[in-house]
């Protein structure tokens, strides 16, 4: 049976036994997701901050409108799963080239 050695840097892609570099293009999907989910993360956070504020004066009327119409995760929680999806997909994709090339 043939031994296959596989060094994984999450940043950057994976190396073979025969040093060869595969999976090119991980750490720029995870910095584009990661931009993304700042740029999306900051007005988020502003709108928590009000609504805390807001919940604070005993306004809770108004503290429970922002929270129900702007603070959901619907949209938040799909796109990580879509986004873990692509980059397992893109990590599986590597390894296989890896054991294809080794073949076992």
Do not use: F, M, Y
């Amino acid at each position: 049976a043939a031994k296959v050695s596989v060094r994984k840097a999450i940043r950057h892609r994976t190396r073979g036994h025969d040093a060869e570099r595969h999976g090119e293009g991980l750490g720029d999907l995870l910095a584009e997701e990661s931009d993304a989910r700042k740029v999306k993360g900051q007005p988020r956070n502003k709108l928590r901050d009000l609504e805390e504020k807001h919940r604070d004066k005993g306004h809770t009327r108004k503290a429970d409108h922002i929270r129900q119409h702007n603070l959901g995760h619907r949209k938040w929680d799909r796109r990580q799963v879509r986004h873990r999806k692509q980059v397992r997909d893109h990590l599986c994709q590597a390894a296989h080239t890896i054991v294809d090339k080794a073949g076992t």
